[in-house]
């Protein structure tokens, strides 16, 4: 069974930084895509940023550009999220989730809360 | 960016009802539309990709539609499970936005 397992999420200062992690298991993790997807409470969903499996394409929504940065260990299946110079409006729930057909997000982890405040 | 809007933003329906919610796109995204279902607490579930497919393991009283900038996801007929807050997301190019999310209640 497909698996990702957010971390790292916890109460942090406006102009801190932060460093979330993404742990896969159940699937060959280097063939896939992994997003970011970040859901302010009670609010909608904002797509953050997405990572190729190889790494060499990588995105970002405007509104984190230049202060995330979204990187990869294969050997280690994980996916990573460090966040810089945070916010009031990046206090959200951060998920991770596979890319799938279609631009889609098919596999999400139970995500984790990062308040900033 | 392309901005998604989702009408109506919540809607109120009884079981059995056929449930139709619409997703306007900014422009054009050649049917990269797709449908998440999310309810409280839990992380959102896919429903729908390419504006018509349906995920494996999803009712087949869900159905997608739609094309050019204008897409509609529909529930033939309401079931107590499906009560819940449903987004579109557009995958066109590289930078995806969802829409505002619709609730049924």
């Known amino acids: 069974e497909m698996q990702l397992v957010e971390s790292g999420g916890g109460l942090v200062k406006p102009g801190g930084s932060l460093r979330l992690s993404c742990a896969a298991s159940g699937f060959t993790f280097s063939r896939y895509s992994i997003n970011w997807v970040r859901q302010i409470p009670g609010r909608g969903l904002e797509w953050v940023s997405s990572i190729s499996g190889d790494s060499t394409h990588i995105y970002y929504a405007d509104s984190v550009k230049g202060r995330f940065t979204i990187s990869r260990d294969n050997a280690k299946n994980s996916v990573f999220l460090q966040m810089n110079s945070l916010r009031a409006e990046d206090t959200a729930v951060y998920y991770c989730?596979?890319?799938?057909?279609?631009?889609?997000?098919?596999?999400w982890g139970q995500g984790t809360l990062v308040p900033v405040s | 960016d392309i901005q998604m809007t989702q009408s109506p933003s919540s809607l109120s329906a009884s079981v059995g009802d056929r449930v139709t919610i619409t997703c306007r796109a900014s422009?054009?995204?050649?049917?990269?539309l797709n449908w998440y279902q999310q309810k409280p607490g839990k992380a959102p579930k896919l429903l729908i990709y390419?504006?018509?497919s349906l995920q494996t393991g999803v009712p087949s009283r869900f159905s997608g539609g739609g094309s050019g900038t204008d897409y509609t996801l529909t529930i033939s007929s309401l079931q107590p499970e499906d009560y819940a807050t449903y987004y579109c997301?557009?995958?066109?190019?590289?930078?995806?936005?969802f829409g505002q999310g619709t609730r049924v209640e």
């Open positions: 390419g504006t018509w």
């Open positions: 997301q557009q995958s066109y190019g590289t930078l995806w936005t």
């Open positions: 422009q054009s995204i050649s049917n990269y």
């Open positions: 989730a596979t890319s799938g057909r279609s631009g889609t997000m098919e596999t």
